[in-house]
Protein backbone atom coordinates (compact mmCIF):
# COMPACT_ATOMS: atom_id res chain seq x y z
CA UNK A 1 0.00 0.00 0.00
CA UNK A 2 1.10 3.19 -0.72
CA UNK A 3 0.81 4.83 2.56
CA UNK A 4 2.96 1.46 4.31
CA UNK A 5 5.69 2.96 1.84
CA UNK A 6 5.88 6.14 2.81
CA UNK A 7 5.72 5.43 6.69
CA UNK A 8 9.20 6.38 6.43
CA UNK A 9 9.25 9.71 4.93
CA UNK A 10 6.43 10.88 6.44
CA UNK A 11 7.41 10.65 9.99
CA UNK A 12 10.99 11.81 9.02
CA UNK A 13 9.50 15.29 6.75
CA UNK A 14 7.69 16.31 10.27
CA UNK A 15 7.80 14.98 13.60
CA UNK A 16 4.97 17.18 14.42
CA UNK A 17 2.85 14.26 12.46
CA UNK A 18 4.01 11.33 15.30
CA UNK A 19 2.35 13.58 17.68
CA UNK A 20 -0.86 14.02 16.13
CA UNK A 21 -0.74 10.28 14.75
CA UNK A 22 -0.46 9.16 18.22
CA UNK A 23 -3.06 10.68 19.44
CA UNK A 24 -5.31 10.24 16.62
CA UNK A 25 -4.67 6.60 16.66
CA UNK A 26 -4.62 6.24 20.70
CA UNK A 27 -8.07 7.67 20.91
CA UNK A 28 -9.30 5.26 17.46
CA UNK A 29 -8.18 2.26 19.38
CA UNK A 30 -9.87 2.96 22.71
CA UNK A 31 -13.14 3.73 20.79
CA UNK A 32 -13.02 -0.13 20.30
CA UNK A 33 -11.30 -1.41 23.24
CA UNK A 34 -13.88 0.04 25.58
CA UNK A 35 -16.68 -2.41 23.85
CA UNK A 36 -14.27 -4.71 25.75
CA UNK A 37 -13.87 -2.81 29.08
CA UNK A 38 -10.84 -1.77 28.37
CA UNK A 39 -8.18 0.84 27.01
CA UNK A 40 -4.55 1.95 26.80
CA UNK A 41 -2.47 4.84 28.03
CA UNK A 42 0.99 4.47 25.98
CA UNK A 43 0.19 2.79 22.10
CA UNK A 44 3.74 2.12 22.29
CA UNK A 45 3.73 0.51 25.72
CA UNK A 46 0.49 -1.16 25.70
CA UNK A 47 0.35 -3.10 22.97
CA UNK A 48 3.90 -4.91 23.71
CA UNK A 49 2.81 -8.36 24.90
CA UNK A 50 0.18 -8.71 21.75
CA UNK A 51 -2.88 -8.87 24.15
CA UNK A 52 -4.57 -6.20 23.70
CA UNK A 53 -3.71 -5.64 20.40
CA UNK A 54 -4.90 -9.53 19.53
CA UNK A 55 -8.38 -8.01 21.50
CA UNK A 56 -8.48 -4.41 19.62
CA UNK A 57 -8.51 -7.29 16.22
CA UNK A 58 -11.26 -9.34 17.82
CA UNK A 59 -13.50 -6.50 18.57
CA UNK A 60 -13.24 -4.71 15.05
CA UNK A 61 -13.43 -7.89 12.99
CA UNK A 62 -15.71 -9.50 15.59
CA UNK A 63 -13.37 -13.04 14.51
CA UNK A 64 -11.99 -14.74 17.52
CA UNK A 65 -8.27 -14.97 17.04
CA UNK A 66 -6.08 -18.15 18.64
CA UNK A 67 -5.59 -18.63 22.35
CA UNK A 68 -3.20 -16.03 23.27
CA UNK A 69 0.43 -17.56 25.03
CA UNK A 70 -0.24 -16.02 28.89
CA UNK A 71 3.24 -16.14 29.99
CA UNK A 72 5.08 -12.86 30.35
CA UNK A 73 8.43 -13.79 28.74
CA UNK A 74 9.60 -11.92 25.52
CA UNK A 75 8.92 -14.95 23.36
CA UNK A 76 5.59 -15.03 24.94
CA UNK A 77 5.10 -11.31 24.03
CA UNK A 78 6.55 -12.22 20.23
CA UNK A 79 3.86 -15.18 20.01
CA UNK A 80 1.54 -12.92 21.09
CA UNK A 81 2.43 -9.99 18.55
CA UNK A 82 2.77 -12.52 15.57
CA UNK A 83 -0.79 -14.14 15.86
CA UNK A 84 -1.93 -10.46 15.27
CA UNK A 85 0.12 -10.04 12.67
CA UNK A 86 -0.48 -13.30 10.94
CA UNK A 87 -4.41 -12.41 11.82
CA UNK A 88 -3.82 -9.23 9.52
CA UNK A 89 -2.36 -10.63 7.06
CA UNK A 90 -4.70 -13.30 6.55
CA UNK A 91 -6.68 -10.39 5.17
CA UNK A 92 -4.99 -9.34 2.35
CA UNK A 93 -2.94 -7.10 3.63
CA UNK A 94 1.03 -7.21 3.34
CA UNK A 95 2.83 -5.68 6.12
CA UNK A 96 5.81 -3.41 4.59
CA UNK A 97 8.64 -3.47 7.39
CA UNK A 98 6.67 -4.44 10.18
CA UNK A 99 7.97 -7.32 12.38
CA UNK A 100 6.80 -8.61 15.66
CA UNK A 101 10.29 -7.84 17.98
CA UNK A 102 9.87 -4.15 16.85
CA UNK A 103 6.40 -3.75 18.48
CA UNK A 104 7.48 -5.86 21.55
CA UNK A 105 10.64 -3.52 21.84
CA UNK A 106 7.71 -0.53 21.73
CA UNK A 107 9.14 0.99 18.92
CA UNK A 108 6.75 4.08 18.11
CA UNK A 109 7.52 4.16 14.36
CA UNK A 110 6.55 0.23 13.99
CA UNK A 111 3.76 0.24 16.16
CA UNK A 112 2.22 3.44 14.51
CA UNK A 113 2.40 1.78 11.00
CA UNK A 114 1.27 -1.38 12.27
CA UNK A 115 -2.24 0.55 14.01
CA UNK A 116 -2.54 2.50 10.56
CA UNK A 117 -2.40 -0.59 8.50
CA UNK A 118 -5.42 -1.93 10.64
CA UNK A 119 -6.78 0.99 10.61
CA UNK A 120 -6.88 1.02 6.37
CA UNK A 121 -7.73 -2.32 6.48
CA UNK A 122 -10.88 -2.32 8.88
CA UNK A 123 -12.15 1.55 8.69
CA UNK A 124 -10.96 2.50 5.15
CA UNK A 125 -10.90 -0.32 2.99
CA UNK A 126 -14.41 -1.21 2.36
CA UNK A 127 -15.79 1.86 2.18
CA UNK A 128 -17.31 2.40 -1.04
CA UNK A 129 -19.31 4.87 -2.60
CA UNK A 130 -20.02 5.32 -6.50
CA UNK A 131 -17.55 2.39 -8.02
CA UNK A 132 -14.70 3.69 -5.69
CA UNK A 133 -13.69 2.72 -2.55
CA UNK A 134 -10.94 3.00 0.33
CA UNK A 135 -9.16 6.63 0.45
CA UNK A 136 -10.76 8.13 -2.70
CA UNK A 137 -14.65 7.02 -1.39
CA UNK A 138 -13.95 8.23 1.70
CA UNK A 139 -13.12 11.45 -0.29
CA UNK A 140 -15.52 11.56 -2.97
CA UNK A 141 -18.37 10.62 0.01
CA UNK A 142 -17.16 13.85 2.07
CA UNK A 143 -17.17 16.13 -0.89
CA UNK A 144 -20.89 14.64 -2.06
CA UNK A 145 -21.69 15.22 1.54
CA UNK A 146 -20.59 18.65 1.88
CA UNK A 147 -21.12 20.08 -1.67
CA UNK A 148 -23.83 22.49 -0.78
CA UNK A 149 -21.85 24.57 1.81
CA UNK A 150 -20.65 27.60 1.66
CA UNK A 151 -16.75 27.84 2.21
CA UNK A 152 -16.00 24.28 1.98
CA UNK A 153 -13.87 22.53 -0.79
CA UNK A 154 -12.71 18.95 0.36
CA UNK A 155 -9.86 18.07 -2.27
CA UNK A 156 -7.46 16.19 0.20
CA UNK A 157 -7.29 14.84 3.98
CA UNK A 158 -5.23 17.86 4.98
CA UNK A 159 -5.29 21.37 4.16
CA UNK A 160 -9.41 20.46 3.03
CA UNK A 161 -9.84 20.33 6.94
CA UNK A 162 -7.46 23.53 8.96
CA UNK A 163 -10.51 25.55 8.96
CA UNK A 164 -13.08 23.14 10.52
CA UNK A 165 -15.88 24.00 8.49
CA UNK A 166 -15.59 20.58 6.39
CA UNK A 167 -16.56 18.52 9.43
CA UNK A 168 -19.06 21.19 10.96
CA UNK A 169 -20.80 20.88 7.16
CA UNK A 170 -20.65 16.78 8.03
CA UNK A 171 -22.29 17.21 11.29
CA UNK A 172 -24.72 19.70 9.69
CA UNK A 173 -25.80 17.18 6.40
CA UNK A 174 -26.66 14.49 8.78
CA UNK A 175 -27.50 16.27 11.80
CA UNK A 176 -28.69 19.47 11.50
CA UNK A 177 -30.20 20.55 15.02
CA UNK A 178 -26.75 19.86 16.11
CA UNK A 179 -24.67 22.78 14.58
CA UNK A 180 -25.69 26.25 13.59
CA UNK A 181 -23.50 26.37 10.31
CA UNK A 182 -25.01 29.57 9.29
CA UNK A 183 -23.08 31.61 12.34
CA UNK A 184 -19.77 29.84 11.71
CA UNK A 185 -16.71 31.92 10.53
CA UNK A 186 -14.40 30.91 8.15
CA UNK A 187 -11.73 33.08 10.08
CA UNK A 188 -12.23 31.25 13.74
CA UNK A 189 -10.95 27.80 12.63
CA UNK A 190 -9.83 26.73 16.43
CA UNK A 191 -13.75 27.48 17.16
CA UNK A 192 -15.05 25.55 14.40
CA UNK A 193 -12.98 22.87 15.58
CA UNK A 194 -13.20 22.05 19.09
CA UNK A 195 -17.21 22.62 17.93
CA UNK A 196 -17.01 19.51 15.64
CA UNK A 197 -14.80 17.78 18.19
CA UNK A 198 -17.32 18.68 21.11
CA UNK A 199 -20.15 17.95 19.27
CA UNK A 200 -19.19 14.78 17.73
CA UNK A 201 -17.68 13.38 21.26
CA UNK A 202 -21.08 14.37 23.12
CA UNK A 203 -23.73 13.34 20.28
CA UNK A 204 -22.62 10.64 17.85
CA UNK A 205 -20.08 8.87 19.92
CA UNK A 206 -16.98 9.84 18.09
CA UNK A 207 -14.31 10.51 20.76
CA UNK A 208 -12.07 13.43 19.82
CA UNK A 209 -9.03 12.54 18.29
CA UNK A 210 -7.27 15.28 17.07
CA UNK A 211 -5.88 18.75 18.49
CA UNK A 212 -7.64 21.89 16.99
CA UNK A 213 -3.84 24.05 17.96
CA UNK A 214 -2.04 21.07 16.08
CA UNK A 215 -4.31 21.13 13.23
CA UNK A 216 -4.62 24.82 12.89
CA UNK A 217 -0.72 25.37 13.59
CA UNK A 218 0.53 22.63 11.46
CA UNK A 219 0.78 23.55 7.76
CA UNK A 220 0.00 20.25 6.35
CA UNK A 221 -2.01 18.74 8.84
CA UNK A 222 -0.93 14.22 9.18
CA UNK A 223 -3.24 12.76 6.54
CA UNK A 224 -4.02 9.18 8.35
CA UNK A 225 -5.13 11.04 11.52
CA UNK A 226 -7.22 12.79 9.47
CA UNK A 227 -8.66 9.88 7.76
CA UNK A 228 -9.14 8.06 10.54
CA UNK A 229 -11.19 10.58 12.24
CA UNK A 230 -13.21 11.51 8.99
CA UNK A 231 -13.83 7.29 8.64
CA UNK A 232 -15.53 7.85 11.86
CA UNK A 233 -18.23 10.13 10.60
CA UNK A 234 -18.47 7.49 7.58
CA UNK A 235 -19.23 4.83 9.75
CA UNK A 236 -21.50 7.06 12.20
CA UNK A 237 -23.36 8.05 9.44
CA UNK A 238 -23.43 5.60 6.90
CA UNK A 239 -24.77 3.46 9.19
CA UNK A 240 -27.70 5.56 9.76
CA UNK A 241 -27.98 6.00 6.05
CA UNK A 242 -27.84 2.14 5.81
CA UNK A 243 -30.50 1.61 8.79
CA UNK A 244 -32.71 4.47 6.92
CA UNK A 245 -32.16 2.67 3.15
CA UNK A 246 -33.46 -0.68 5.03
CA UNK A 247 -35.97 1.19 6.86
CA UNK A 248 -37.56 2.80 3.49
CA UNK A 249 -36.79 -0.58 1.93
CA UNK A 250 -39.09 -2.29 4.56
CA UNK A 251 -41.83 0.79 4.03
CA UNK A 252 -41.76 0.19 0.35
CA UNK A 253 -42.02 -3.67 0.70
CA UNK A 254 -45.14 -2.68 3.56
CA UNK A 255 -46.46 0.02 0.66
CA UNK A 256 -46.23 -2.45 -1.83
CA UNK A 257 -47.89 -5.16 0.34
CA UNK A 258 -50.80 -2.73 1.01
CA UNK A 259 -50.91 -2.05 -2.26
CA UNK A 260 -51.46 -5.57 -3.40
CA UNK A 261 -53.85 -6.00 -0.85
CA UNK A 262 -55.76 -3.02 -2.14
CA UNK A 263 -55.91 -4.31 -5.75
CA UNK A 264 -56.69 -7.60 -4.35
CA UNK A 265 -59.76 -5.74 -2.42
CA UNK A 266 -60.95 -3.91 -5.71
CA UNK A 267 -60.59 -6.81 -7.73
CA UNK A 268 -63.15 -8.82 -5.61
CA UNK A 269 -65.55 -6.16 -5.35
CA UNK A 270 -65.49 -5.36 -8.81
CA UNK A 271 -65.59 -9.06 -9.50
CA UNK A 272 -68.88 -8.97 -7.11
CA UNK A 273 -70.39 -6.50 -8.72
CA UNK A 274 -70.26 -6.99 -12.27
CA UNK A 275 -71.33 -10.89 -11.70
CA UNK A 276 -74.17 -9.41 -9.72
CA UNK A 277 -75.54 -7.20 -12.69
CA UNK A 278 -74.96 -10.15 -14.99
CA UNK A 279 -77.08 -12.06 -12.55
CA UNK A 280 -79.74 -9.84 -13.05
CA UNK A 281 -79.59 -8.37 -16.61
CA UNK A 282 -79.78 -12.23 -18.30
CA UNK A 283 -83.43 -13.52 -17.12
CA UNK A 284 -84.75 -9.99 -18.78
CA UNK A 285 -82.33 -10.84 -21.57
CA UNK A 286 -84.02 -13.91 -21.59
CA UNK A 287 -87.94 -13.29 -21.15
CA UNK A 288 -89.46 -14.10 -24.67
CA UNK A 289 -92.88 -12.99 -23.33
CA UNK A 290 -94.84 -10.69 -26.40
CA UNK A 291 -96.91 -8.08 -26.06
CA UNK A 292 -100.04 -7.63 -28.40
CA UNK A 293 -99.13 -4.03 -29.30
CA UNK A 294 -97.05 -2.37 -30.94
CA UNK A 295 -96.21 0.46 -29.07
CA UNK A 296 -95.22 -1.93 -26.12
CA UNK A 297 -93.14 -3.86 -28.51
CA UNK A 298 -91.77 -0.38 -29.00
CA UNK A 299 -90.72 0.45 -25.68
CA UNK A 300 -89.04 -2.87 -24.64
CA UNK A 301 -86.90 -2.31 -27.80
CA UNK A 302 -85.89 1.10 -26.55
CA UNK A 303 -85.10 -0.23 -23.03
CA UNK A 304 -83.10 -2.48 -25.10
CA UNK A 305 -81.21 0.49 -26.92
CA UNK A 306 -80.80 2.22 -23.86
CA UNK A 307 -79.10 -0.91 -22.21
CA UNK A 308 -77.06 -0.98 -25.38
CA UNK A 309 -76.30 2.89 -25.19
CA UNK A 310 -75.97 3.53 -21.52
CA UNK A 311 -76.12 0.78 -19.42
CA UNK A 312 -74.02 -1.80 -21.26
CA UNK A 313 -71.16 0.32 -21.95
CA UNK A 314 -69.54 1.09 -18.53
CA UNK A 315 -69.68 -2.51 -17.84
CA UNK A 316 -67.64 -3.44 -20.67
CA UNK A 317 -64.84 -0.71 -19.30
CA UNK A 318 -65.04 -2.63 -15.65
CA UNK A 319 -64.91 -6.12 -17.33
CA UNK A 320 -61.33 -4.73 -19.30
CA UNK A 321 -60.30 -3.03 -15.94
CA UNK A 322 -60.75 -6.01 -14.01
CA UNK A 323 -58.70 -8.26 -16.40
CA UNK A 324 -56.01 -5.47 -16.19
CA UNK A 325 -55.79 -5.28 -12.60
CA UNK A 326 -55.53 -9.04 -12.61
CA UNK A 327 -52.93 -9.23 -14.62
CA UNK A 328 -50.77 -6.24 -12.80
CA UNK A 329 -51.71 -7.89 -9.70
CA UNK A 330 -49.99 -11.33 -10.52
CA UNK A 331 -47.06 -9.36 -12.18
CA UNK A 332 -46.70 -7.48 -9.55
CA UNK A 333 -46.48 -10.37 -6.81
CA UNK A 334 -44.71 -12.22 -9.31
CA UNK A 335 -41.58 -9.52 -8.92
CA UNK A 336 -41.68 -9.46 -5.45
CA UNK A 337 -41.48 -13.03 -4.83
CA UNK A 338 -45.21 -13.32 -3.84
CA UNK A 339 -47.64 -16.35 -4.33
CA UNK A 340 -50.06 -15.68 -7.24
CA UNK A 341 -53.52 -14.25 -6.59
CA UNK A 342 -56.33 -16.96 -6.43
CA UNK A 343 -59.70 -14.78 -6.19
CA UNK A 344 -62.60 -16.30 -4.56
CA UNK A 345 -64.63 -19.37 -6.02
CA UNK A 346 -66.51 -18.67 -9.21
CA UNK A 347 -64.49 -14.83 -9.38
CA UNK A 348 -61.82 -16.02 -11.80
CA UNK A 349 -61.23 -14.09 -15.05
CA UNK A 350 -62.22 -17.30 -16.83
CA UNK A 351 -65.41 -17.45 -14.55
CA UNK A 352 -66.07 -13.70 -15.41
CA UNK A 353 -65.27 -14.75 -19.34
CA UNK A 354 -68.09 -17.52 -18.95
CA UNK A 355 -70.67 -15.09 -17.35
CA UNK A 356 -70.01 -12.54 -20.12
CA UNK A 357 -70.35 -14.90 -23.19
CA UNK A 358 -73.53 -16.21 -21.60
CA UNK A 359 -74.68 -12.38 -21.53
CA UNK A 360 -73.90 -11.82 -24.99
CA UNK A 361 -75.74 -15.09 -26.32
CA UNK A 362 -79.06 -14.15 -24.33
CA UNK A 363 -78.30 -10.51 -25.69
CA UNK A 364 -77.90 -11.49 -29.06
CA UNK A 365 -81.18 -13.78 -28.93
CA UNK A 366 -82.98 -11.14 -27.48
CA UNK A 367 -82.56 -8.62 -30.11
CA UNK A 368 -83.41 -11.41 -32.40
CA UNK A 369 -86.51 -11.82 -30.84
CA UNK A 370 -87.16 -8.46 -30.75
CA UNK A 371 -87.11 -7.37 -33.74
CA UNK A 372 -88.83 -10.85 -35.14
CA UNK A 373 -91.98 -9.89 -32.78
CA UNK A 374 -92.16 -6.28 -34.13
CA UNK A 375 -91.73 -7.43 -37.64
CA UNK A 376 -94.91 -9.89 -37.23
CA UNK A 377 -96.46 -6.85 -35.43
CA UNK A 378 -96.29 -4.45 -38.21
CA UNK A 379 -96.91 -7.35 -40.50
CA UNK A 380 -100.26 -7.88 -38.20
CA UNK A 381 -100.83 -4.24 -38.38
CA UNK A 382 -100.67 -4.04 -41.87
CA UNK A 383 -103.43 -7.20 -42.17
CA UNK A 384 -105.73 -5.32 -39.76
CA UNK A 385 -105.60 -2.17 -41.49
CA UNK A 386 -105.74 -4.09 -45.10
CA UNK A 387 -109.15 -6.07 -43.73
CA UNK A 388 -110.76 -3.23 -41.81
CA UNK A 389 -110.32 -1.43 -45.55
CA UNK A 390 -111.56 -4.42 -47.43
CA UNK A 391 -114.37 -4.89 -45.01
CA UNK A 392 -115.53 -1.50 -44.81
CA UNK A 393 -115.67 -1.77 -48.82
CA UNK A 394 -118.03 -4.60 -48.92
CA UNK A 395 -120.15 -3.31 -45.99
CA UNK A 396 -120.73 -0.24 -47.92
CA UNK A 397 -121.31 -2.04 -50.71
CA UNK A 398 -123.59 -4.16 -49.20
CA UNK A 399 -125.68 -1.30 -47.18
CA UNK A 400 -129.19 -1.49 -48.39
CA UNK A 401 -128.93 -4.36 -50.66
CA UNK A 402 -130.59 -6.49 -48.45
CA UNK A 403 -133.69 -3.94 -47.87
CA UNK A 404 -133.76 -3.95 -51.84
CA UNK A 405 -133.94 -7.41 -52.22
CA UNK A 406 -137.18 -7.93 -49.57
CA UNK A 407 -139.11 -5.02 -51.33
CA UNK A 408 -142.51 -6.71 -52.84
CA UNK A 409 -143.20 -4.11 -55.84
CA UNK A 410 -142.94 -6.30 -58.88
CA UNK A 411 -146.58 -7.43 -57.54
CA UNK A 412 -148.23 -4.09 -58.70
CA UNK A 413 -145.86 -3.14 -61.20
CA UNK A 414 -146.72 -3.82 -64.85
CA UNK A 415 -145.51 -6.05 -67.14
CA UNK A 416 -143.50 -3.43 -68.32
CA UNK A 417 -141.82 -2.65 -64.85
CA UNK A 418 -141.57 -6.33 -64.10
CA UNK A 419 -138.90 -6.31 -66.98
CA UNK A 420 -137.19 -3.74 -65.84
CA UNK A 421 -137.07 -5.09 -62.06
CA UNK A 422 -135.90 -8.33 -63.45
CA UNK A 423 -132.82 -6.47 -65.59
CA UNK A 424 -132.01 -4.97 -62.25
CA UNK A 425 -131.60 -7.85 -60.68
CA UNK A 426 -129.88 -9.44 -63.20
CA UNK A 427 -127.03 -6.84 -62.86
CA UNK A 428 -127.26 -7.31 -59.38
CA UNK A 429 -126.48 -10.67 -59.66
CA UNK A 430 -123.93 -10.46 -61.74
CA UNK A 431 -122.44 -7.50 -59.58
CA UNK A 432 -122.68 -10.13 -56.49
CA UNK A 433 -120.88 -12.71 -58.59
CA UNK A 434 -117.88 -10.28 -58.49
CA UNK A 435 -117.72 -9.09 -55.20
CA UNK A 436 -117.84 -13.36 -53.89
CA UNK A 437 -113.73 -13.24 -54.66
CA UNK A 438 -113.77 -10.08 -52.33
CA UNK A 439 -115.48 -11.45 -49.81
CA UNK A 440 -113.20 -14.66 -50.22
CA UNK A 441 -110.21 -12.07 -49.41
CA UNK A 442 -111.57 -11.00 -46.54
CA UNK A 443 -112.27 -13.92 -45.21
CA UNK A 444 -108.65 -15.13 -45.92
CA UNK A 445 -107.18 -11.84 -44.13
CA UNK A 446 -109.82 -12.95 -40.87
CA UNK A 447 -108.40 -16.22 -40.96
CA UNK A 448 -104.51 -15.06 -40.88
CA UNK A 449 -104.89 -12.61 -38.49
CA UNK A 450 -106.54 -15.08 -36.32
Known amino acids: MEQEEDWDRDLLLDPAWEKQQRKTFTAWCNSHLRKAGTQIENIEEDFRNGLKLMLLLEVISGERLPRPDKGKMRFHKIANVNKALDFIASKGVKLVSIGA????????????????????????????????????????????????????NVQNFHT??????????????????????????????????????EVAEKYLDI????????????????????????????????????????????????????????????????????????????????????????????????????????HKPPRVQEKCQLEINFNTLQTKLRLSHRPAFMPSEGKLVSDIANSWRGLEQAEKGYEDWLLSEIRRLERLQHLA???????????AWTRGKEEMLSQRDYESASLQEVRALLRRHE?????????????????????ELK
Open 160 to 197: SWKDGLALCALIHRHRPDLIDYAKLRKDDPIGNLNTAF
Open 101 to 152: EEIVDGNLKMTLGMIWTIILRFAIQDISVEETSAKEGLLLWCQRKTAPYRNV
Open 385 to 395: EKFQQKASLHE
Open 207 to 310: PKMLDAEDIVNTPKPDEKAVMTYVSCFYHAFAGAEQAETAANRICKVLAVNQENEKLMEEYEKLASELLEWIRRTVPWLENRTGEPSMNTMQRKLEDFRDYRRL
Open 427 to 447: AFESDLAAHQDRVEHVAALAQ
